[in-house]
């Protein structure tokens, strides 16, 4: 069985957790974690997240911190999820350049900012539930 390593940023900036608005026209919306498959040509993990996390939002970030591991068994390939915590340094929306943004079916791509705390992160319909119910332990330890 193939096994497919994606690597996912939780990224605080100025107090605040970014995210990715999902949805579609007619689709429900959603939260998600900038990031994405790690592809042969990253050196590692850390290069793939950073690579990522530009395209994506065009932010570079600071050192970051693996804190989750899921592992997600599918029909084709197993589905190995790596999600870090790391700090923006800067972002300009204007240095997106992923293939995803040419895409006209890609629906709401938008980062937001949340409040870093429970009650905040518990309003949102954060995919994976996993994350969700990590962050609801730690979101306001890491503000700290």
């Known amino acids: 069985m193939k096994v497919r390593h994606n690597v996912r940023a939780v990224l605080l900036d100025g107090g605040q957790l970014v995210f990715l608005r999902r949805g579609w026209p007619g689709g429900a919306l959603y939260y998600t ?49 790596h999600f870090f915590r790391a700090e923006v340094l800067d972002m300009d929306p204007g240095h997106r350049s992923g293939p995803e943004l040419d895409d006209p079916d890609i629906g709401d791509f938008s980062p937001v900012r949340v409040a870093l705390d429970a009650s905040a992160v518990r309003a949102l319909e954060l995919h994976p539930p996993e994350l969700a119910n990590c962050l609801w332990e730690h979101a306001e330890n890491w503000g700290a």
Request: avoid cysteine; glycine fraction near 12%.
């Open 33 to 81: 974690t900038v990031g994405g498959g790690v592809e042969a040509e990253d050196a590692d993990f850390e290069a793939a997240l950073r690579r990522e996390v530009m395209e994506e939002i065009g932010a570079t970030i600071g050192p970051a911190t693996e804190f989750l591991t899921l592992t997600e068994p599918g029909e084709k390939a197993t589905v190995v999820q």
